[in-house]
């Protein structure tokens, strides 16, 4: 329970009054821009004399990014204010009026083209993990089947003999009748073949594709699709990806997330984020520090002019600031330090 605070004498209230009401004053949006500029000059000039790791250790902020960014359980309401916000952008009007290019220049486009032709190792591995991947196999087997058997059935040399192709027909029909073993052996045996010959053959299209798709074929190839895609809005590039659609990838996407962050690697991660910041900028003052970060004395104010003023006459209004000044202000008058100083 809170300590109950001593009453008051006849000149600690008066001085009480006459303080909160020279706050009052000195918060009114008159007065509250000059008196912002000297405060804010009096703090940068001070902060000209501390270093960054004198006023904050590298330990804390690992501690506290770990704790918002790992450990502390994201309320329920946020992934639903995300998918409510993510409706109202995607219905937007601007989305219908907005063009891909507009958002990625030519000039932008060809700088991320560039610079992903130059990841030749990448792409190396890329095709190279393609062509290995079992489903390819198995898909890329399946088509040679099909393109064997359908020639078999019907290449230009049986056409060409008076009814060959109805007895093909009429063979393959008795055949799978009378000797169903027989068929399932052939096709057994020709798919096997297939798949044993299909490494040598998808290593020799790995090696072809390679050559083949050099940065200049690439780089065309991509500046054809760019041009036929930049004239479309954002609406119409994502016609076929509904609400619904967008709504679960985000799910999917938060969820993952969640686990994430659990991990050692993802904890890893943000403490050697926060050793790089503190081992270049540790030792470096608060004022060039603000410097380096973009932040300037005019940034400052003008945010602060911009957010103070309102939040001051919305307390005012409801006849909230007087009472606020007064808590901070009422337990040092009534301290006996002050009754002290009074009574002198």
């Known amino acids: ?23 009052l004053a000195r918060l009114d949006a008159k007065a509250l821009e000059p008196w912002l500029e000297a405060e804010v000059d009096a703090l940068l000039h001070d902060a000209s004399k501390l270093k960054l790791e004198e006023v904050v250790s590298r330990k804390t902020v690992q501690e506290i990014a770990r704790h918002y ?8 309401a946020i992934p639903e204010l995300v998918g409510e916000i993510a409706q109202a952008v995607q219905a937007h009007p601007i989305q219908r009026k907005t063009k891909l290019g507009e958002l990625l220049p030519d000039r932008h486009f060809r700088h991320w083209l560039d610079k992903l032709l130059e990841l030749k190792e990448a792409r190396a591995a890329l095709i190279h993990a393609g062509l290995s991947n079992p489903v390819v196999h198995t898909v890329a087997g399946d088509l040679i089947y099909r393109g064997i058997s359908g ?41 096997k073949y297939i798949q044993q010959s299909l490494d040598a053959t998808l290593r020799e299209s790995e090696s072809s594709l390679q050559t083949l798709l050099d940065d200049h074929l690439l780089r065309e190839s ?36 969640r686990s994430l962050r659990k991990t050692e690697w993802y904890s890893a991660v943000i403490d050697a984020g926060i050793e790089a910041f503190f081992d270049k900028y540790g030792k470096t003052h608060l004022a060039e520090l603000l410097d380096e970060m973009g932040i300037s004395r005019k940034m400052i104010l003008t945010d602060l ?25 009422e337990p040092f008058y009534s301290s006996p330090a002050a009754a002290a100083l009074l009574a002198d």
Do not use: C
């Open 222 to 257: 991509a500046l054809e699709i760019w041009a036929g895609l930049k004239h479309q809005s954002l609406a119409e590039a994502r016609a076929t990806v509904s609400t619904g659609d967008v709504e679960e990838l985000f799910v999917v996407g938060y969820e993952h997330w």
């Open 151 to 191: 020639y078999l059935a019907q290449n230009s040399l049986t056409k060409s003999i008076p009814g060959a192709s109805s007895m093909l027909k009429l063979g393959k029909s008795v055949l799978s009748k009378a000797t169903p073993k027989l068929d399932a052996a052939i096709e057994s045996t020709l798919r």
């Open 305 to 329: 002019m911009r957010f103070a003023p309102p939040a001051l006459a919305a307390l005012k209004k409801k006849k909230l600031l007087e009472p606020l000044i007064r808590r901070w202000l």
């Open 69 to 76: 960014a790992a450990e502390m359980e994201p309320h329920g």
């Open 1 to 23: 329970m809170a300590k109950k605070a001593a009453k008051l004498s006849s000149k600690a209230s008066a001085l009480l009054d006459a303080q909160v009401e020279w706050w």
